[in-house]
């Protein structure tokens, strides 16, 4: 299939790459002229402005969006709008707010266009592991664009089937899913980063216990001085607690168990918010997941060793960079 991409960030560059490995002709687009031209010497078609971009694609067209959320995407949506006709489909894979996609959907509508929204989950890895998608949209566009989500998503890989699976049909097991109607693709993966807020800061509480096992405060026969990358390690094999994040965190504590080129200054996108949000709407308790958020507040005040383990796992998933350390004086 052909899809411009608009957007070359960490995420938009390599999900352009790994559309055309698969065979897609891609048309991209980016404030840098730069980042453009490199993704030309790859393969991709360039374009020099949203209208370019436009008119080098075949009717119906599809445009993929991966910039910022907020006011980016909302301007980025609002442009392609005014250059696309009907029959043709805008796709924001960015990490919107399922409402804002509601109301973005019905402005397309008017005109004709299709709106997709896709929540996209796989980070700077994405490129070699694959996609998890959480789509949102009319079915009928949805299924035109499988082609494009079938190659960016991970596919079934050697990941054990779930029993009983086999008397189901979808695409779940080859890591995308359509959730439902505007909004549910994004809804969906804002719940996901909510869990996720609640694992790293489990994780990250554990260690940081374990790191003051040793503390002078504690009787001299139970202090411990353990090892925590090897601890990270063997919770990798075959424990229950076992995780992506997991991996991430080893992978971490093993290029440095004291973590001191983090500051443990940990921000925090804006979905964790929208979940708890949504959470209040239908009133639905959420301790642990608004525990996790309130925790990144403080984060920017005080800093523990539990907060550099979760600025250093941002940092290994999607490339996050929390503000570092400052230098020691002597």
Request: aromatic share 6%; glycine share 12%.
């Amino acid at each position: 299939m052909q899809l411009g991409m608009v957007g070359l960030g960490r995420m938009g560059a390599n999900m352009t790459r790994r559309l055309m490995r698969g065979g897609h002709t891609m048309v991209v687009s980016d404030l840098s002229a730069d980042a453009v031209k490199g993704l030309a010497g790859e393969g991709a078609v360039a374009s020099a402005s949203l209208e370019d971009l436009v008119s080098k694609l075949s009717a119906p067209r599809a445009a993929w969006i991966m910039v910022p959320s907020g006011d980016p995407t909302e301007k980025t949506v609002q442009a392609l709008l005014g250059k696309m006709q009907a029959g043709d489909t805008i796709i924001d894979g960015g990490n919107s707010y399922f409402k804002d996609d509601v109301r973005r959907s019905k402005l397309c509508a008017a005109k004709g266009v299709h709106y997709v929204d896709v929540g996209t989950s796989g980070g700077v890895w994405g490129l070699d592991r694959g996609y998890c998608m959480m789509i949102g949209g009319p079915n009928e566009t949805v299924q035109r664009l499988d082609p494009i989500f079938k190659t960016l998503a991970p596919g079934r890989g050697d990941i054990p089937r779930t029993p009983g699976r086999e008397k189901m049909s979808g695409s779940a097991e080859d890591g995308y899913i359509h959730c439902g109607p505007s909004g549910s693709g994004h809804f969906v993966k804002m719940v996901h980063n909510g869990i996720e807020y609640g694992m790293m800061q489990a994780y990250a509480e554990g260690f940081d216990i374990f790191k003051n096992a040793i503390s002078k405060e504690l009787p001299e026969d139970i202090r411990y001085d353990l090892n925590l990358p090897d601890i990270a390690e063997v919770w990798r094999r075959g424990s229950v607690v076992s995780s992506w994040l997991l991996d991430l965190t080893a992978m971490a504590l093993t290029e440095n168990p004291t973590l001191a080129e983090y500051s443990g200054f940990v921000q925090d996108s804006g979905e964790g918010r929208w979940t708890i949000q949504a959470a209040i709407e239908e009133a639905v308790p959420a301790e642990v997941l608004t525990a996790a958020l309130y925790t990144r507040f403080r984060s920017r005040q005080e800093h523990t060793f539990a907060e550099k383990m979760l600025s250093a796992m941002r940092q290994k998933f999607g490339g996050h960079v929390e503000p570092k350390a400052p230098a020691k004086t002597k």
